[in-house]
């Protein structure tokens, strides 16, 4: 398959660790952004491949598992109003709220709809005029443009039955909150490819230099991730510290124009809650005053009132789980004393055990012989 | 047994619906039967419309088995949930060994499903258990309430006959035995959710909807020698290799480059997260055999349009009981190995 069997070449694997190995002279602590390169790394068992000097940590890039808790709590809630059609992504069904998970929630009657493009949600609210269809807008960059373009859509026919749970987070802020925090460890990131297909790279080009570490936009393929290591290395051995673009086949520096333009107009910055980081200043995405009418926190404010009270004295349950370390890097998921005995994707103490792009989920599914 | 088929008008209007009397054992149920289930099925152990169908016996040993279909949409590309009730029966009896004979067939049925989908259904199922050679012998019809079924559910049971000295089955499978697969993977999940969620993928995406009695016979009469069959429905080729596993001292090991899995397939299942391993299969199956047998049995495999994909895959091994090791392994495309592991709930697709 053009684009995907070329990626997954494991001569090419071969060439490019042995480069690796052949450069790397010292120990090096680098992270993945992204958690659909952490499923690659650990899938493909590439950690098997590196060189011993290389330690990779796996970063907070799994939209699901950072979305707070009274979030995925109001979408429970709005989900079991028999009036309400809740709308959401595959792997955000199995994340624990405070009180459950949507699939629960759907188990027990719940209006709880799977679906694979947010423009889904429209035609849903088109065919069922006397139902609040509410779509739960979870993800990085990559899935925000779809968001917006399916509120523009809804403004641009009246829908008036439409309306989101914005949980939109940004990258930026996170690689800030990483590397600014004083037991940080990382000294170089492996961007994540798909966010910056849509955002570009020239972001971190500032980020790169106030830190000092190089930054790779990396692509999602065991031929990209062995790349990007190598990228990486290359600069770390020889001290430099730029933004390389190891994912050209699908980034440029400015990233899609269109796209941005789409998430300027409906979107802007927010102070945003993040699970196992807590909270960061414009680190999130709302509805512009313009777009307003589409919150769904704001339409159903009176049902929800309450819920965030309880979703707070809540947190004391995740006290066992130590996924705001692993987010950060700071834990590996196999050193977690609950992993795999106490936490298992069957009963989760935490969402990285649960989403398909979860560091602890890819741990506990791809474990080594 | 369906000569009274081709003659079968469409029964009463087709443009009526099932009611809950349909259900209920009296006259309407009567007409269903009369004019609906009889006339397509019909064969001397049915037509006599007794409490059980009187069977007439075999050499050797039976093979029993019973199954319930609930897939939706009814009608995928590829297949019906009709055709499908008659080949999943029919191959979980060839895993066996077993030539399917007899089939029962029970239908729940909501209220409301128009005669026209139940007649398309049960013309289905006629045809597939007339190209199959199986006859269907009894069975039962219940309505429940709109809402409380989803369209129509199957039940299907079978019945075979093993032919003597055939023995088939995990506790045959030794360490040093090699798995073949009869075909690419994936096809029957990927048709069916592509079609329940409305989603378009490049290339064609059809189930694999088939009966494998046929070429299991084929092998059996070949000479090839064979130890276990295990046919790949849900939960996919991961989970069939973890049945036969678990409780044993064997470990599973195969080749991910080596596993068969055609493009928009392939590409289907990297669009949504998923891994073609563990997705659905209806027309597939796992072969366990001795090393000098696999090149006669990818010949035999080979011939058969259902199984031209046929390769092998991996081979068995002892586990080593002391440490924690993994009851199947999997050897990726970069050379490296890791568990492949038992499913946790359903795969859901991914966010981007």
């Known amino acids: 398959m053009k684009y995907l069997d070329e990626f997954r070449d494991a001569h090419l694997v071969r060439a490019c660790l042995d480069q690796l190995r052949a450069i790397t002279t010292r120990p090096w602590t680098l992270m993945e952004v992204c958690g659909g390169q952490t499923h690659t790394i650990v899938r493909y068992r590439l950690d098997q491949l590196l060189p011993p000097q290389i330690r990779v940590i796996h970063g907070p890039g799994c939209p699901v598992c950072v979305t707070p808790m009274e979030l995925i709590d109001a979408a429970i809630e709005l989900a079991a109003s028999p009036e309400v059609l809740l709308c959401s992504f595959g792997d955000m069904l199995r994340v624990p709220g405070t009180r459950g998970d949507l699939l629960g929630c759907k188990a027990k009657g ?3 709809h799977i679906i ?29 443009p779809a968001h917006a373009l399916a509120v523009k859509e809804a403004a641009r026919l009246g829908l008036t039955n439409y309306s989101l749970i914005v949980a939109h987070v940004l990258v930026p802020p996170a690689l800030e909150a990483i590397l600014s925090s004083p037991e940080n460890q990382v000294q170089g990131f492996l961007a994540a490819g798909h966010v910056c297909t849509i955002m570009g790279y020239e972001m971190y080009e500032a980020l790169a230099r106030r830190y000092r570490v190089p930054i790779v936009v990396t692509g999602f393929e065991p031929v990209d991730l062995v790349e990007g290591l190598l990228l990486t290395i290359q600069q770390l051995e020889e ?6 673009n190891q994912y050209a086949r699908s980034v440029r520096r400015m990233g899609n124009m269109n796209a941005r333009a789409l998430v300027e107009e409906v979107f802007e910055p927010t102070t945003r809650t993040w699970r196992g980081f807590g909270e960061l200043p414009a680190s999130g995405l709302a509805l512009r005053p313009t777009y307003r009418d589409y919150d769904a926190l704001v339409r159903f404010a009176d049902r929800l009132a309450g819920l965030s009270e309880k979703s707070a004295v809540s947190t004391s349950m995740e006290q066992d789980c130590q996924s705001g370390l692993v987010l950060q890097g700071r834990l590996k998921p196999s050193d977690c004393p609950a992993f795999g005995t106490r936490c298992t994707p069957e009963h989760p103490l935490g969402a990285p055990m649960v989403s398909a792009e979860g560091a602890c989920a890819a741990y506990y599914r791809y474990r080594s012989a | 047994m369906n000569q009274g088929f081709s003659q079968c008008p469409l029964p009463i209007s087709p443009d009526e619906t099932i009611r809950l009397a349909h259900g209920s054992g009296g006259r309407l149920t009567q007409r269903l039967i009369q004019h609906m289930f009889r006339p397509a099925f019909s064969n001397a152990f049915l037509d006599p419309l007794h409490d059980g169908a009187v069977l007439p016996s075999y050499e050797g040993r039976l093979a029993f088995t019973t199954d319930a279909y609930v897939v939706h949409p009814l009608f995928f590309p590829g297949g019906d949930i009709g055709s499908l009730a008659v080949y999943g029966t029919i191959n979980d009896l060839a895993m066996c060994g077993a030539v399917p004979r007899f089939l029962s067939a029970s239908f729940i049925i909501e209220e409301g499903l128009s005669f026209r989908t139940l007649h398309r259904v049960v013309t289905s199922m006629a045809e597939a258990a007339a190209k199959a050679g199986v006859h269907i012998v009894c069975g039962d019809t219940k309505v429940v309430d709109r809402g409380k079924g989803d369209e129509l559910f199957i039940a299907t049971s079978g019945l075979g006959s093993i ?20 075909g690419d993977l994936g096809n029957h999940g990927m048709a069916v959710l592509s079609q329940r969620e409305g989603l378009t993928f490049a290339g064609d995406l059809r189930s694999d909807s088939a009966p494998l009695h046929k070429v299991v016979q084929d092998l059996v009469k070949q000479g090839v020698g064979l130890h276990c069959l295990r046919d790949l429905t849900r939960g996919g080729l991961a989970s069939a290799l973890h049945e036969l596993a678990n409780g044993t001292r064997l470990q599973f090991c195969i080749d991910e480059p080596r596993i068969p899995v055609m493009e928009p397939i392939r590409g289907a299942c990297e669009l949504l997260g998923l891994d073609p391993l563990y997705v659905a299969n209806e027309g597939r199956f796992v072969l366990l055999l001795p090393a000098s047998e696999v090149d006669h049995a990818v010949a035999v495999l080979q011939q058969h349009e259902v199984s031209r994909h046929a390769t092998e895959i991996g081979h068995v091994r002892l586990r080593d009981e002391d440490s924690h090791d993994p009851a199947v392994l999997l050897r990726t495309l970069v050379g490296t190995e890791r568990i492949l592991d038992m499913l946790s709930g359903e795969q859901l697709p991914r966010i981007c």
């Open chain 1, 110 to 112: 719940g209006n709880v």
């Open chain 1, 116 to 144: 694979y493009s947010p423009l889904d949600a429209l035609q849903l609210a088109k065919a069922h005029p006397h139902k609040q269809v509410v779509g739960f807008a979870v993800g990085f960059e990559t899935t925000a």
């Open chain 1, 239 to 244: 001290g430099r510290y730029d933004v390389l």
């Open chain 2, 163 to 182: 032919p003597s000295g055939l023995d088939l089955g995990p506790h045959r499978i030794a360490s040093g035995d090699r798995i073949v697969v009869s």
